[in-house]
């Protein structure tokens, strides 16, 4: 089912294409760093060890990618991909400087060149959001991995708790949007950035969505710094 209201992907990757030279700088700042112990988290929950196979879908400039490849070791591999090319240009570097050797790849989430159960683990940080049919998307996760290995999903959601909340809320609506800008310049993708999370199904509505796929034996989220962002786990048949 596809979700009302659909992004469209031309836009996206234009926006994505016109906002990554400045992509880290951005994220490091409007997190404030933390967005990199999600990333770890994530990892660690994905149960990714020593010779492993990892797919990291819509991987940007290659955060996830790097942190799956520390945990699977030389013995592992892990490929990184992004429907937006120019989000894919600094990965390589990042990744030969940590003297990780990952393979950076374009492919569209909705459409993965790669066979059937080819992969332990797949994931997805930030980028759910941004596929027109996110079910369709969770769809060819599940169809790469193997059976009994996990689908691990890392994305922005709604603030429940009563102080905490209007706080972050104002914190993304008002002062995200224009520090996004004067960072990168695009001012414009923030404003997405803030729009697309705030309505971009979260918790039990999320996993509603991974169900629909009938691909997954179990699905749970984990909420993190409060509900600002959550982890999401499916386990393919």
Known sequence: MQQKHSPNPEVIRSMFSKVAANYDKGNDILSMGVHHLWRKKL???SGAHAGQSVLDCATGTGDLAIEFKKAVGAQGAVIGTDFCAEMLIPAPAKAAAKGLEIRFEQADVTQLQYADKSFDISSISFGIRNVGD???GLKEMARVTKSGGH???LEFGQVQFPVFGPLYNFYSEK???????LVTGQGEAYEYLQKSSAAFPCREEFL???KQTGDFSDVTYTSLTGGIAYIYTGRVR
């Open 151 to 153: 689908v691990m999903v």
């Open 134 to 136: 996110p079910v369709k």
């Open 43 to 45: 990892v660690k929950m």
């Open 175 to 181: 002062i995200l949007p224009k520090l996004g800008g």
């Open 208 to 210: 509603s969505l991974m």
